[in-house]
């Protein structure tokens, strides 16, 4: 088991832990809505490693082990799509937790990877601070524009009504639940596995409030799509083919309107990473990080 350490980063505390020798080439891992760090498996972590990488998975602010903004009530999610109310923060906040992270562990430039909500969170990275990042891996994500990417609109109310739990067992009820919704229909889903991850979060800290001040940051995330055609950088864009909560048509603008980005589709992959395809998720996160590093030494 990865040891888990924290450090001070843009004003909070960051929960993360590593895999791999530090010399290794750094590959830094966001992940999404509501989801701890746990959601990066260790053998998927571990796979990477394999690879040449030095891994590094962290919690996002609001869950797990990094800092939770308990004083601050979460915000009326529906008077934030209409732009009636700010959230607490915002993705560029989140962003900048990113870049106090890398600071404080002393990497210079790193290869991101982000999923869903860590795709919007990579983004933001990539176009504030470009000069830290050798690549970008973006997977079942989208440019923050409300004409791609849509959920179907059935999803629309679990998001915002996701059900409390009160206890380990209900926890992973919930999550095997959701993952029959959103998950791939054409890969296998490992329910145990679920249960342990999701267990393993509630322990860790369960936060509904949390949960909605994240999801206010997405609801208010700006339309990122004319500034990422600026970007100027290795980019992979991974997405289901089958996703239900965030539609392939918006992993295929990102292909669209990032120069030279390469864009992957998973026939009946969803809002997941199944364990099927986790060999072909490493071989072009792999192929990627060798292309860029290889590219920078030319220049």
């Given at each position: 088991m990865?040891?888990?350490k924290?450090?001070?980063?843009?004003?909070?505390?960051?929960?993360?832990?590593?895999?791999g020798?530090?010399?290794?080439?750094p590959?830094?891992?966001v992940?999404?809505?509501?989801?701890?760090?746990?959601?990066?498996?260790?053998?998927?972590c571990?796979?990477?490693?394999?690879?040449?990488?030095?891994?590094?998975?962290f919690?996002?602010?609001?869950?797990?082990?990094?800092?939770?903004?308990?004083?601050?009530?979460?915000?009326?999610?529906?008077r934030?799509?209409?732009?009636?109310e700010?959230?607490?923060?915002?993705?560029?906040?989140?962003?900048?937790d990113?870049i106090?992270?890398?600071?404080?562990?002393?990497?210079?430039?790193?290869?991101l990877?982000?999923?869903?909500?860590?795709?919007?969170?990579?983004?933001?990275v990539?176009?504030?601070?470009?000069e830290?990042?050798r690549?970008?891996?973006?997977?079942?994500?989208?440019?923050?524009?409300?004409?791609?990417?849509?959920?179907?609109?059935?999803?629309?109310?679990?998001?915002?009504?996701?059900?409390?739990?009160?206890?380990?067992?209900?926890?992973?009820?919930?999550?095997?639940?959701?993952?029959?919704?959103?998950?791939?229909?054409?890969y296998?889903?490992?329910?145990?596995?679920?249960r342990?991850?999701?267990?393993?979060?509630?322990?860790?800290?369960?936060?509904?409030?949390?949960?909605?001040?994240q999801?206010?940051?997405?609801?208010?995330?700006?339309d990122?799509t004319?500034?990422?055609?600026?970007l100027?950088?290795?980019?992979?864009?991974?997405?289901?083919?089958h996703?239900?909560?965030?539609?392939?048509?918006?992993?295929?603008?990102?292909?669209?309107?990032?120069?030279?980005?390469?864009?992957?589709?998973?026939?009946?992959?969803?809002?997941?990473?199944?364990q099927?395809?986790w060999?072909?998720?490493?071989a072009?996160?792999s192929a990627?990080?060798?292309?860029?590093d290889?590219?920078?030494?030319?220049?």
């Amino acid at each position: 088991m990865p040891e888990l350490k924290r450090v001070a980063a843009n004003g909070i505390e960051i929960a993360y832990e590593t895999f791999g020798d530090p010399s290794g080439v750094p590959l830094v891992l966001v992940m999404g809505l509501g989801t701890q760090m746990l959601a990066w498996p260790d053998e998927f972590c571990e796979d990477l490693v394999a690879q040449g990488h030095f891994v590094v998975r962290f919690d996002n602010r609001d869950v797990g082990g990094s800092t939770h903004f308990d004083d601050v009530p979460p915000p009326n999610i529906a008077r934030v799509a209409l732009r009636r109310e700010k959230p607490p923060y915002r993705i560029k906040d989140m962003a900048e937790d990113v870049i106090g992270l890398l600071d404080a562990l002393g990497l210079d430039r790193v290869h991101l990877v982000g999923a869903s909500l860590g795709g919007y969170i990579a983004q933001s990275v990539a176009l504030w601070h470009p000069e830290r990042l050798r690549s970008l891996t973006l997977i079942m994500t989208s440019t923050g524009s409300r004409r791609v990417g849509q959920a179907k609109p059935h999803l629309i109310g679990r998001l915002l009504n996701r059900q409390a739990v009160h206890s380990r067992e209900q926890a992973g009820d919930a999550a095997v639940e959701t993952f029959r919704v959103i998950g791939s229909v054409g890969y296998a889903r490992d329910e145990q596995r679920l249960r342990e991850i999701a267990g393993r979060s509630y322990d860790r800290a369960y936060d509904p409030a949390g949960y909605r001040r994240q999801l206010g940051a997405i609801v208010a995330q700006s339309d990122r799509t004319d500034r990422l055609r600026r970007l100027a950088l290795p980019t992979l864009v991974m997405h289901g083919l089958h996703d239900p909560l965030v539609a392939a048509s918006g992993g295929l603008a990102l292909a669209r309107v990032i120069r030279g980005a390469r864009f992957v589709g998973f026939s009946g992959m969803g809002h997941d990473l199944p364990q099927d395809l986790w060999p072909e998720f490493v071989a072009h996160i792999s192929a990627l990080v060798r292309r860029a590093d290889l590219s920078a030494e030319r220049v």
